[in-house]
C-alpha cells in the first residue's frame, strides 16, 4: 500500500467527510461533553459544527457558497457508531470500545474489530467475504469484488439482513482502518 509524506497509508489519508472521519469525531465530541441523550448528542455536533459534518451550496439569494452542518448526516453516523456498539442508542454515551476508539492511536483497532463483530452478527463474516473475492477473481469470466458484487454474491443468496447501503459503508470502514484491502475503484481484496 503506498504511503503519504506523513508516512500514513493512502487508505487513512482519507476525506474529512468519510464514514471514518465522521465516527472520530462523534466520538471525540462524545468523549468531550457529557451528555443526557443521544439528541443532546445530535445537538451537541449541529451546534459545533465540525467540518466533518458540514456540506457546502450554492445560495442564489446570497450569491455565494453557503456551509451548513447536517443534521441528517449526524443521525445517520450515529446511527452507524450505535450498531457497531461504540455509541449507546438511548444515552448517547460512548460505551467501553467506544471510549477506547475515542483514542486516536486506538481508533482503526477498535472500528475494525467492531465492524468485524458487526458482520459477524449479520451473518457475513470478513473470511467469507475474503474467499468471495478470490473465488470472483478466479472465475473464467472474471468478476470485479466490488461492494455491489459482493453483496449479490453473498448476501443476496443467504438472506441476510443488511441492506446495500449499510454493506458497501461498512466495507468500506473496514478498508479504511486496513481490515479489507481496497483500490481506487473500489474493488475490494482479502488483507494478506
Same mark, same amino acid.
Given at each position: 500500500?503506498?504511503?503519504?509524506?506523513?508516512?500514513?497509508?493512502?487508505?487513512?489519508?482519507?476525506?474529512?467527510?468519510?464514514? +471514518?472521519?465522521?465516527?472520530?469525531?462523534?466520538?471525540?465530541?462524545?468523549?468531550?461533553?457529557?451528555?443526557?441523550?443521544?439528541? *443532546?448528542?445530535?445537538?451537541?455536533?449541529?451546534?459545533?459544527?465540525?467540518?466533518?459534518?458540514?456540506?457546502?451550496?450554492?445560495?442564489?439569494?446570497?450569491?455565494?457558497?453557503?456551509? +451548513?452542518?447536517?443534521?441528517?448526516?449526524?443521525?445517520?453516523?450515529?446511527?452507524?457508531?450505535?450498531?457497531?456498539?461504540?455509541? *449507546?442508542?438511548?444515552?448517547?454515551?460512548?460505551?467501553? *470500545?467506544?471510549?477506547?476508539?475515542?483514542?486516536?492511536?486506538?481508533?482503526?483497532?477498535?472500528?475494525?474489530?467492531?465492524?468485524?463483530? +458487526?458482520?459477524?452478527?449479520? !451473518?457475513?463474516?470478513?473470511?467469507?467475504?475474503? *474467499?468471495?473475492?478470490?473465488?470472483?477473481?478466479?472465475?473464467?469470466?472474471?468478476?470485479?469484488?466490488?461492494?455491489?458484487?459482493? +453483496?449479490?454474491?453473498?448476501?443476496?443468496?443467504?438472506? @441476510?439482513? @443488511?441492506?446495500?447501503?449499510?454493506?458497501?459503508?461498512?466495507?468500506?470502514?473496514?478498508?479504511?482502518?486496513? !481490515?479489507?484491502?481496497?483500490?481506487?475503484?473500489? @474493488?475490494?481484496?482479502?488483507?494478506?
Amino acid at each position: 500500500m503506498r504511503r503519504n509524506a506523513t508516512g500514513r497509508s493512502a487508505a487513512k489519508a482519507v476525506a474529512s467527510t468519510t464514514d +471514518y472521519s465522521r465516527i472520530q469525531a462523534l466520538l471525540e465530541l462524545a468523549a468531550a461533553r457529557k451528555v443526557g441523550s443521544a439528541e *443532546d448528542l445530535v445537538q451537541s455536533v449541529v451546534r459545533r459544527s465540525p467540518p466533518n459534518f458540514v456540506f457546502h451550496r450554492w445560495d442564489r439569494d446570497k450569491g455565494e457558497v453557503v456551509g +451548513y452542518c447536517s443534521e441528517t448526516s449526524v443521525r445517520k453516523t450515529l446511527g452507524l457508531a450505535s450498531d457497531l456498539g461504540l455509541v *449507546d442508542r438511548e444515552s448517547g454515551s460512548l460505551t467501553a *470500545d467506544g471510549a477506547e476508539a475515542s483514542d486516536p492511536d486506538r481508533f482503526s483497532t477498535v472500528v475494525r474489530k467492531r465492524v468485524q463483530a +458487526y458482520l459477524n452478527r449479520s !451473518g457475513c463474516p470478513v473470511s467469507t467475504i475474503s *474467499d468471495a473475492c478470490l473465488q470472483m477473481l478466479r472465475r473464467k469470466n472474471v468478476v470485479l469484488p466490488t461492494s455491489d458484487e459482493l +453483496y449479490v454474491e453473498i448476501c443476496v443468496p443467504r438472506g @441476510i439482513d @443488511i441492506d446495500l447501503s449499510r454493506f458497501r459503508t461498512v466495507l468500506r470502514l473496514l478498508a479504511q482502518c486496513d !481490515g479489507l484491502r481496497v483500490s481506487r475503484r473500489h @474493488i475490494f481484496l482479502p488483507v494478506t
